[in-house]
């Protein structure tokens, strides 16, 4: 992230730095020219930004995980274009949430009646400990949601 807040910083540096001349006078187009440059020069910043992001979601292994990363981009990312790249990125979570869901629910049916105990525990302990280490697959993620992208869903 440093590298691509620096080459921003680069940018706006150059950008600022070629503003010699005087912005309203019409005879020089050398403003508008800059000024093309510059947004060429941010959007592909913003394409590396999205594949900075893109590569870091696809690293992360479980939901919370990706959860925490994607609220770190939000805090930091005030753009349309990437803002929306990010609720597509929620709802990817939100997709691979309710396949864990029905994993999670074949696991419960499956084992419910002969759950698998820790060795040397008692039986409804045992059972107890299961019941809340599945109830805990489950409300873990949904904990971290932001409440915007859970009622939007």
Request: aromatic share 10%.
């Given at each position: 992230m440093d590298v691509i807040i620096n080459k921003f910083n680069n940018i706006r540096d150059q950008f600022k730095a070629k503003r010699k001349s005087d912005l309203l006078d019409l005879t020089h187009s050398n403003f508008d020219k800059e000024y093309v440059s510059f947004n060429i020069s941010i959007?592909?910043?913003?394409?590396?930004l999205q594949q900075f992001i893109d590569d870091n979601f696809s690293k992360s292994k479980s939901i919370e995980q990706s959860i925490n990363l994607l609220k770190k981009f939000e805090n930091t990312i005030k753009r349309d274009a990437l803002k929306h790249n990010l609720t597509s990125k929620y709802n990817t979570i939100l997709t691979n949430y309710a396949s864990q869901l029905e994993v999670i629910q074949r696991v419960f049916n499956d084992q419910k009646?002969?759950?698998?105990?820790v060795r040397n525990m008692p039986e409804n302990a045992g059972k107890i400990i299961w019941s809340k280490h599945l109830y805990q697959k489950i409300a873990g993620p949904i904990t971290k949601f932001p409440q915007n992208v859970i009622h939007s869903s």
């Amino acid at each position: 992230m440093d590298v691509i807040i620096n080459k921003f910083n680069n940018i706006r540096d150059q950008f600022k730095a070629k503003r010699k001349s005087d912005l309203l006078d019409l005879t020089h187009s050398n403003f508008d020219k800059e000024y093309v440059s510059f947004n060429i020069s941010i959007s592909q910043l913003d394409t590396e930004l999205q594949q900075f992001i893109d590569d870091n979601f696809s690293k992360s292994k479980s939901i919370e995980q990706s959860i925490n990363l994607l609220k770190k981009f939000e805090n930091t990312i005030k753009r349309d274009a990437l803002k929306h790249n990010l609720t597509s990125k929620y709802n990817t979570i939100l997709t691979n949430y309710a396949s864990q869901l029905e994993v999670i629910q074949r696991v419960f049916n499956d084992q419910k009646s002969d759950p698998p105990i820790v060795r040397n525990m008692p039986e409804n302990a045992g059972k107890i400990i299961w019941s809340k280490h599945l109830y805990q697959k489950i409300a873990g993620p949904i904990t971290k949601f932001p409440q915007n992208v859970i009622h939007s869903s």
